[in-house]
């Protein structure tokens, strides 16, 4: 069989891809779209990738939808042509974005025969753009998600299988850092400016914490230097991007996981990498106040969540830290691992058997 996997953005920023990737090149052959957005260089095609097909268009992340609509319609021209030219039998829509951009060739060529894999939301806030999803999700031979909060967009949520965000590792015994000062760290693509502003203002100049960035460094993370050089804080620190390898690096130099968004429409409902990293490392975390990652973090025993609009959270940080029970909290994380593992387990056959054409 012949099969598509259908990115929306760089190699590099499609972790879940390799599941697809090692899941099925054994016995299918595979190619894969991706869309290089900043021109800089990206990371080769996994194993077992046949062929590689890169869109090229310089586009900001946080430009209005309105000017990437033309960069998109473009998208949508190049992936209908390499679609017919190829003619593959089935197709993972990676993110529902893509899956949108050729939604009417998809209903028309590949009813039934693609895959939706539904990571985050968008513009689901609007009612058009949702009844697009749902109609996209009815199309679809199956459905996967990554939250259960998303599966009210979906069509027929109860066909829907959960997905979660893990990147399991096979060498994860993080040393325990337990000494002064506290060692916060965020990982990944840095964004929600004023979120982190409020957090920087926190910690900033506390010598019980040292607050640490490790991504991809564009406009919210240059705004964020700028401010954090003009306050003349000495213990917050941006390490520039680095390779999902090196999440355990500086993962053994984390006291607690920086885990903290904007709860607005997008994030509440979502659940992050690291909300995984840190169960599978045995790092607790903070999360933001009444999104779904803070209520599990809490009720599970994971971590705190904080309300960072509200000045003082830094004594809720340093009062957590400091009377953790850290045996009662690896049983925690064991406990949910085990939970994210059965589910992903549940999803991964049933990809199998939709791959091998079994109904």
């Not at 095609?45 to 590689?52: F, I, L, M, N």
């Not at 400016?193 to 957090?199: K, P, R, S, T």
């Not at 790092?283 to 309300?307: F, H, R, W």
């Not at 400091?322 to 049983?331: L, Q, R, V, W």
Request: one cysteine or more.
């Amino acid at each position: 069989m012949k099969i598509l996997l259908l990115g929306f953005v760089r190699i590099a920023h499609m972790p879940y891809m390799h599941d697809y990737s090692s899941m099925l090149k054994h016995d299918h052959e595979l190619h894969l779209v991706s869309w290089n957005r900043n021109g800089k260089v990206d990371i080769p095609p996994p194993d077992g990738v046949a062929k590689s097909f890169i869109f090229r268009e310089l586009i900001e992340d946080e430009n209005p939808l309105y000017s990437k609509l033309p960069h998109i319609y473009r998208y949508r021209r190049f992936v209908i042509e390499l679609t017919k030219r190829e003619r593959y039998d089935k197709i993972v829509v990676l993110h529902s974005t893509p899956g949108i951009a050729i939604f009417n060739f998809l209903q028309k060529h590949y009813k039934g025969n693609y895959l939706l894999d539904y990571r985050d939301v968008s513009h689901e806030n609007h009612v058009f753009y949702r009844e697009l999803i749902r109609k996209l999700s009815l199309g679809a031979g199956i459905v996967v998600a990554s939250s259960s909060d998303f599966f009210k967009y979906l069509d027929n949520p109860n066909k829907v299988l959960l997905k979660h965000n893990l990147l399991l590792e096979t060498s994860k015994t993080i040393p325990r850092r337990c000494e002064n000062p506290i060692l916060v760290r965020y990982w990944g693509m840095i964004r929600h400016e004023q979120a982190n502003i409020a957090l920087i203002d926190e910690l900033g100049g506390d010598k019980r914490f040292e607050l640490h960035y490790n991504g991809r460094e564009e406009r919210v993370a240059e705004n964020l230097k700028v401010h954090v050089s003009k306050k003349r804080y000495g213990n917050v620190f941006f390490h520039g991007a680095y390779q999902p390898a090196e999440r355990l690096e500086f993962a053994a130099n984390t006291n607690i996981i920086h885990n903290i968004y904007k709860n607005d429409f997008i994030t509440k409902g979502a659940m992050g990498n690291k909300y995984y990293d840190g169960i599978q490392f045995h790092i607790p975390q903070m999360c933001t106040a009444e999104s779904i990652m803070g209520n599990k973090t809490v009720s599970k025993g994971l971590g705190i969540a904080i309300d960072y609009t509200k000045s003082g959270f830094k004594e809720q940080i340093a009062n957590y830290m400091a009377n953790i029970n850290y045996a009662g909290f690896d049983i925690s994380c064991k406990k949910e691992l085990e939970y994210i593992q059965s589910d992903n387990a549940i999803a991964n056959k049933a990809i199998a058997r939709f791959f091998q054409g079994i109904k």
